[in-house]
């Protein structure tokens, strides 16, 4: 695997893991709604992790990571659509895509 890639999956799994740490373990959706500055560093991740996989789409079109062509699209979405942003939609990416995300991240860096 190039070395440019791997920069973007460890991009990527510093990300995913620094929602983690924001969430400190509490995975609350309306303590998370209520906090402005919790949200806005959210977003941001996500807006990492969508720039990295497309840089990585770039390089290695055929990269094995599920949904990589809709993890720009949301990056696209929360960059381009800021005034739409949908907090139930980001707080679903969090709790249901960003698990999975961090696992085949992982299993390719191990690679």
Same mark, same amino acid.
């Given at each position: 695997?190039?070395?440019?890639? @791997?920069?973007? =999956?460890? &991009?990527?799994?510093?990300? *995913? %893991? ?18 402005k500055l ?16 497309? @840089?990585?789409? =770039?390089? &290695?079109?055929?990269?094995? *990571? %599920? ?45």
């Amino acid at each position: 695997m190039k070395y440019d890639i @791997k920069k973007y =999956l460890f &991009d990527i799994k510093t990300s *995913i %893991e620094s929602v983690n740490e924001y969430l400190e373990g509490k995975k609350d959706f309306f303590e998370y709604q209520n906090n402005k500055l919790l949200r806005r560093a959210v977003e941001r991740e996500v807006e990492i992790i969508g720039e990295a996989m497309n @840089k990585i789409l =770039l390089l &290695d079109p055929d990269i094995q *990571i %599920e949904n990589a062509r809709q993890i720009v699209n949301t990056r696209n979405w929360v960059i381009h659509g800021y005034d739409k942003v949908d907090d139930v939609i980001i707080w679903g990416i969090v709790i249901n895509h960003l698990p999975k995300l961090l696992k085949e991240v992982i299993d390719l860096l191990n690679e």
